[in-house]
């Protein structure tokens, strides 16, 4: 789909029909139909206290969302994300649990993090290891990890004040880990569309060899895309930690093929070089959105899956028409 | 009368045991649209690739605009000037015109926005525009995916980009080898327009008609060596046209 290639606009003589096929206006579209339609259908659906249920469900999926757009774009993947917030939810809860200050928890959590994104970075960047077959190694280390390091237990001594940081609601009654998340998602979505270092994200992803040729350090970009998005799985563990006031051993269990397939609904390319960290977002949104009226509507969630497959299968469709339709 | 911009004197490449150049001369004049042409293995990429910094030569000298100058890698060449388009013309597929052109050197914003590093792209749009808008291959919408433009097009966006960039030697590997009928007329009308411009031009053309319509001179390769060469007076220089069949017989 070329409108879903941020850094190119749509056709001027089309715009209003490029705009549908904006993958971003597009899912956005079907998010206001399905909230439309719980609405109708449940009147407990438009109430405060659900959506802002639904946008903090939301909150720490969009995150690593961001950081998978970006390696997305670029051309790679990373399944260890979930991993890493595992890793580093229980590095942080173990070290609290130790009785250790919070900038020492913080601190080997951020560390922890910041060692799976060098090590997946270093692998994929500099000994040309496939970001599929590294990533996926390093998810099931990562996990293993986890369950090394905790025993299998959660840990729940979080301190009070590092909880109610992220969970006070000084705004609008959302609690601050959600603004958190926008702020963070917000900010690097702009950055990634207007920022001249994020911007070569497009153009590796696009085509490595042009980028080489172009003079772009293609080797140091693809190993940043892979520390970026531990770093942001780290801030997600620590997040999720102060939300729950507790890590568990299965925390970010899964939580990548949720967060891949919610970015690829939302337009980005398996194949790189495509997708907005918006899009990403607006994947992550109706998603959450699907299993909420689920839920309230009293149906089984476990037609989530259901749900999260056919839209995914009619993304990659409607990407299929739309390249027929404009190649002559 | 002659006015060179680059000369190759005495160039032998070996590969292992394969002598793929040996001991030739070439010489590019400023302004002129070259054809090199030569059958199979005859050493047209291997010289090319030796001028465009991708090999240096086992032996030789390249002189550019009057000084000897030894490329390290293909972006000391392009530093120096000199563009080669290949035929997978390393386009971004992915984005538009100006990003193409721009890439890896993305113009940053003025005022408040340099200080995030944000890109000007609404500059950047406007200097792509202006770059394709004078070429003989027309852009309809210089802000779509060059994912969709024909093979012309394409060439336009690869060589907009070589001249945005001041190069002043292109290298065109088979500019029209994937192209139809119409589209390859608009490409040599393309090329035509570069000697307007001013470039020198090295084409690698298998068409002995396309280098008859584009080319000033013609140079003959075989089997590494200088085979011989013939100024074209224009399409219809039928003795030319003679002379490049025969030497390449
Ligand atoms: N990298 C290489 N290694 C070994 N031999 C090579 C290499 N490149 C070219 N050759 C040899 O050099 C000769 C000239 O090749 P080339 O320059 O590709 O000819 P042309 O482009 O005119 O078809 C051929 O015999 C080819 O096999
Ligand atoms: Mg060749």
């Known amino acids: 789909m070329t409108d879903s290639s941020a850094l190119a606009r749509p056709p001027a003589g089309l715009r209003w029909k490029a705009l549908i096929r904006q993958r971003e206006v597009a899912i956005l579209l079907l998010i206001l139909i399905v909230g439309a339609v719980a609405s109708v259908l449940s009147p407990f659906f438009l109430t405060w206290a659900n959506l802002s249920n639904v946008l903090i469900a939301c909150s720490v999926e969009m995150i690593v969302a961001a950081g998978l757009a970006i390696v997305l774009i670029s051309g790679g993947i990373d399944l260890s994300v979930g991993s890493i917030m595992g890793v580093c939810a229980i590095a942080l809860a173990i070290v609290l649990d130790a009785g250790a200050p919070l900038w020492a928890a913080l601190s080997v959590c951020l560390l922890a993090g910041l060692a799976f994104g060098v090590a997946n970075g270093t692998l994929i960047a500099y000994a040309g290891l496939n970001p599929l077959v590294l990533t996926l190694a390093t998810m099931t280390i990562g996990r293993s990890v986890v369950f090394i390091l905790s025993q299998g237990y959660s840990f729940a001594s979080i301190p009070q004040g590092f909880k109610s940081a992220f969970n006070a609601t000084p705004l609008f009654g959302l609690p601050n880990l959600v603004w958190v998340s926008l702020g963070v998602t917000a900010a690097l979505g702009v950055l990634l569309q207007r920022n001249v270092w994020f911007r070569r994200f497009y153009f590796l992803g696009g085509s490595e060899v042009a980028a080489i040729r172009a003079g772009i350090d293609t080797r140091r970009l693809k190993f940043m895309a892979y520390v970026i998005a531990a770093l942001l799985a780290t801030l997600a563990a620590i997040v999720t930690t102060a939300r729950l006031g507790s890590a568990f051993p299965n925390t970010g269990s899964g939580l990548e093929l949720r967060v891949i397939t919610a970015a690829v609904i939302g337009g980005c390319s398996i194949y790189g070089g495509k997708g907005t960290i918006l899009g990403a977002a607006l994947g992550v949104l109706l998603l959450n959105l699907i299993n909420n009226v689920l839920v309230i509507l009293s149906l089984s969630v476990y037609w989530q899956g259901v749900a999260a497959g056919l839209i995914l299968i009619l993304a990659i469709l409607t990407d299929i028409a739309n390249r027929r339709g404009v190649r002559r | 009368m002659s006015d060179p911009i680059l000369e190759l004197s005495g160039i032998t490449m070996q590969f292992g045991p394969v002598t793929a150049l040996d001991d030739v001369q070439f010489r590019l004049d400023r302004g002129e649209t070259l054809a090199l042409l030569g059958d199979n293995g005859a050493g047209k990429s291997t010289l090319i690739k030796i001028v465009s910094g991708y090999y240096r030569p086992t032996a030789g000298r390249i002189v550019l605009n009057g000084?000897?100058?030894?490329?390290?890698?293909?972006?000391?060449?392009?530093?120096?000037?000199?563009?080669?388009?290949?035929?997978?013309?390393?386009?971004?597929?992915?984005?538009?015109?100006?990003?193409?052109?721009?890439?890896?050197?993305?113009?940053?914003?003025?005022?408040?926005?340099?200080?995030?590093?944000?890109?000007?792209?609404?500059?950047?749009?406007?200097?792509?525009?202006?770059?394709?808008?004078?070429?003989?291959?027309?852009?309809p919408d210089t802000r779509r995916a060059v994912e969709d433009f024909s093979g012309g097009q394409r060439q336009c966006v690869a060589i907009a980009r070589a001249v945005m960039w001041g190069r002043e030697i292109l290298i065109m590997d088979e500019p029209t080898a994937a192209l139809g009928v119409r589209e390859t007329q608009r490409v040599l009308d393309l090329i035509r327009s570069l000697k307007a411009r001013g470039m020198s031009v090295i084409l690698i053309m298998h068409n002995i008609e396309h280098v008859m319509q584009v080319a000033t001179r013609a140079v003959v390769m075989r089997s590494g060596r200088n085979r011989g060469e013939v100024a074209i007076s224009g399409p219809d220089d039928a003795e030319a046209h003679a002379a490049i069949v025969r030497m390449l017989m």
């Open chain 2, 67 to 139: 000084r000897p100058v030894t490329f390290h890698d293909p972006q000391d060449a392009r530093r120096a000037g000199i563009e080669t388009i290949y035929q997978d013309l390393a386009l971004f597929d992915n984005l538009d015109v100006a990003a193409n052109i721009f890439a890896g050197q993305e113009r940053v914003a003025p005022g408040w926005r340099r200080l995030l590093g944000f890109a000007d792209r609404r500059s950047m749009a406007r200097d792509a525009e202006a770059a394709v808008a004078g070429m003989a291959v027309t852009i």
